[in-house]
């Protein structure tokens, strides 16, 4: 017996490109994008990153043009990271909070070019200043140890000192990525003393301790490194970033870090944890970001340079994922190109 014509087609809602994007509920918009790029001290200095084919360093006065191309194609986020010479670093991370670095110099030149018409965010680390490239200050090791330790509570005055900097300078927002407990209690406290209670924290709630962060720390020149006093520092990072193999670890930081007074809150990586983007999505009402970390933008890249895939529909696939997942802003270093090219429209 035949079963006859299918009574429901859902091919009809897919006949057309106009059809197709009239019934989409998910979109992908510049606007939803952040465009993360590293600034370095100087002046007419752009930088190619080996490790991140397209990716440059920036001095502030190159910097600029590259903000006015962003934001023309919509792009209304930056995240600013700092990169400074091995001559600057010491144990303590003193440059993170110079007024003269090249974050709050290119926080200055922007406010002054582009008004509130671009949102600034800085990342708020010490792992880009300390010669031992850890996120935080170093301690001696426990009692018959070998290994120093990062000083959870002796970081948090550094971090807030730190945004408290980038405040002055200009920032909208302040994101901190050190993953010390009580960053963004810190954060806040420091900020809001300092007469800067409009500033927002973009805490990175749910940072994982990934495999995906190299070509980042060749940019950043942020790898870990050896301790001081004749002890070796924590070879990684997870004694403090989050445990790929946790995903309950993160309703537990994001919970903690609304409640210390975080605007937003982020999930990175993005792509290879798109399960917890959901989570953190269904357990918070405040904007979630993800960060489409140097690693996925690398493995996309090299695909792409192998002809194994098309650039646009594969970078297009990977943002509207993270859309989907219940990202409201993606940061990506693919941002001003698809806002340029209008992937995804």
């Known amino acids: 017996m035949s079963a006859g014509p299918p009574l429901h087609r ?23 994008l952040v465009w993360p790029t590293f600034v370095v001290p100087g002046e007419d200095r752009a930088e190619p990153v080996a490790s991140l084919p397209g990716v440059q360093r920036y001095s502030v006065d190159r910097l600029l043009p590259e903000l006015a191309r962003a934001h023309a194609a919509g792009v209304r986020g930056v995240m600013l990271f700092g990169v400074v010479g091995d001559g600057a670093k010491d144990p303590l991370g003193s440059a993170a909070s110079d007024p003269d670095g090249p974050v709050p110099r290119a926080l200055r030149e922007a406010r ?15 792992c880009g ?78 940072k994982y301790a990934s495999a995906f962060y190299g070509p980042f720390r060749d940019a950043a020149g942020s790898a870990p490194q050896g301790g001081h006093d004749h002890h070796a520092a924590p070879d990684d990072r997870r004694t403090y970033q989050m445990d790929p193999a946790a995903s309950r ?6 919970a903690l870090d609304a409640a210390e007074g975080a605007d ?13 983007l959901r989570r953190v999505r269904e357990a918070t009402s405040l904007p979630v970001a993800a960060y489409q970390v140097s ?17 646009v529909p594969a970078v ?5 994922a993270m859309r989907r997942a219940g990202a409201d802003l993606i940061l990506s270093y693919h941002a001003v190109a698809a806002a340029e090219g209008g992937w995804g429209a």
């Open 10 to 32: 859902p091919r009809r809602l897919r006949t057309t490109p106009a059809m197709r994007e009239l019934v989409r509920d998910v979109r992908l918009h510049p606007a939803n």
């Open 112 to 126: 002054a070019a582009f008004g509130d018409d671009l949102v600034l965010m800085t990342d708020v680390c010490l």
């Open 129 to 206: 200043y300390t010669d031992h490239g850890h996120c935080g200050v170093l301690a001696p090791p426990r009692p018959g140890g070998a290994v120093a330790r990062v000083a959870n509570d002796a970081t948090l005055p550094r971090l807030a000192e730190m945004a408290v900097r980038h405040a002055e300078a200009g920032a909208d927002v302040v994101a901190p990525s050190d993953m010390m407990d009580g960053r963004v209690a810190a954060l806040r406290a420091g900020l809001d003393a300092a007469g800067f209670e409009d500033t927002a924290v973009l805490s990175y709630a749910v």
């Open 249 to 254: 670890a993160a309703d537990v930081e994001v």
């Open 264 to 276: 937003l809150v982020m999930v990175k990586p993005a792509g290879p944890y798109l399960d917890v």
């Open 295 to 311: 690693g996925e933008y690398a493995m996309l890249e090299a695909a792409v340079a192998a002809g194994v895939l098309a650039r």
């Open 316 to 320: 297009t696939e990977s943002l509207l």
